[in-house]
């Protein structure tokens, strides 16, 4: 799979069916994940099961991002755009209404960004 080979390459691009095929993926092995850490623990919020989720996400971070700056790259618009990715976690460092609304505004920016077609 080409996530991983160009794990830490951004010059790259990555095109509409590549991007949602790995995102497929991604979808299937954490859903994967979660229902074996459930059944170690029994609960999702045990101290274990949140120790593994978060070693596979700081695992994934990377290549999650490069990922996207390679499809937003393909579609024509700057690869830092990808950093929207991230306004996220503003909602957890300034929990309020308006920053909330950005960061959904941010995410359906990206979504409009990975469904636009290829510029070559």
Same mark, same amino acid.
């Given at each position: 799979?080409?996530?991983?080979?160009?794990?830490?390459?951004? %010059?790259?691009?990555?095109?509409?069916?590549?991007?949602?095929?790995?995102?497929?993926?991604?979808?299937?092995?954490?859903?994967?994940?979660?229902?074996?850490?459930?059944?170690?623990?029994?609960?999702?919020?045990?101290?274990?099961? %949140?120790?593994?989720?978060?070693?596979? &996400?700081?695992?994934?971070?990377? +290549?999650?991002?490069?990922?996207?700056?390679?499809?937003?790259?393909?579609?024509?618009? &700057?690869?830092?755009?990808?950093?929207?990715?991230? &306004?996220?976690?503003?909602?957890?460092? #300034? +929990? &309020?209404?308006?920053?909330?609304?950005?960061?959904?505004?941010?995410?359906?920016? #990206?979504?409009?960004?990975?469904?636009? +077609?290829? %510029? %070559?």
């Amino acid at each position: 799979m080409s996530y991983w080979r160009n794990a830490f390459n951004i %010059k790259g691009r990555t095109d509409c069916n590549e991007f949602w095929f790995a995102i497929l993926s991604l979808s299937l092995m954490w859903t994967f994940i979660y229902l074996i850490l459930f059944f170690i623990f029994g609960n999702l919020n045990e101290f274990g099961a %949140k120790i593994g989720i978060g070693i596979i &996400s700081a695992i994934l971070i990377v +290549p999650n991002f490069t990922l996207l700056a390679r499809r937003i790259r393909d579609c024509g618009s &700057s690869w830092a755009n990808a950093f929207l990715l991230y &306004s996220g976690l503003l909602t957890f460092l #300034l +929990p &309020s209404i308006i920053v909330m609304i950005i960061s959904l505004l941010c995410y359906i920016w #990206l979504f409009l960004l990975t469904i636009a +077609p290829s %510029k %070559k």
